[in-house]
C-alpha cells in the first residue's frame, strides 16, 4: 500500500490549493478516505472524509464550507479543494485509509509569510 500526497505550497491568505494523494496497493474504490492535518505544536487533527462511491462526505467544522474533498476512483486519486486558506491551515496534510490504517508521508502547506 503507498500514499503520496502533492500539492502543497506557499501561498497567501484568501488564495486557493489544490491537494492531491496517488494511492496504489490496494482495491481504491473499496475504501472510504480522509484527509488529517497537523499544525506545528499540535496533534493531528481529522478534517474530511470521502465515502468509497464518493457520495458522502463529512468535514470538521474548521474546514466545512471552505474545503471540498473528492476522488477519482478510475485514477485511484483523492484530491483536497481548499479555498479562501487562513493561515491557521498552515500544517502537514496527509491523506490516510482510515479502515487499514495506513498514511501517506505529507505535504507541507503554508498560508502566509
Known amino acids: 500500500v503507498q500514499l503520496v500526497e502533492s500539492g502543497g505550497g506557499l501561498v497567501q491568505p484568501g488564495e486557493s490549493l489544490t491537494l492531491s494523494c496517488a494511492a496504489s496497493g490496494f482495491a481504491f474504490d473499496d475504501f472510504g478516505l480522509s484527509w488529517y492535518r497537523q499544525a506545528p505544536g499540535k496533534e493531528r487533527e481529522w478534517i474530511a472524509l470521502i465515502y468509497s462511491t464518493g457520495d458522502q462526505r463529512n468535514y470538521s467544522d474548521s474546514v466545512k464550507g471552505r474545503f471540498t474533498i473528492s476522488r477519482d476512483n478510475d485514477k485511484s486519486m483523492l484530491y483536497l479543494q481548499m479555498n479562501n486558506l487562513k493561515p491557521e491551515d498552515t500544517a502537514v496534510y496527509y491523506c490516510?485509509?482510515?479502515?487499514?490504517?495506513?498514511w501517506g508521508q505529507g505535504t507541507q502547506v503554508t498560508v502566509g509569510s
Open positions: 490516510k485509509i482510515p479502515t487499514l490504517g495506513f
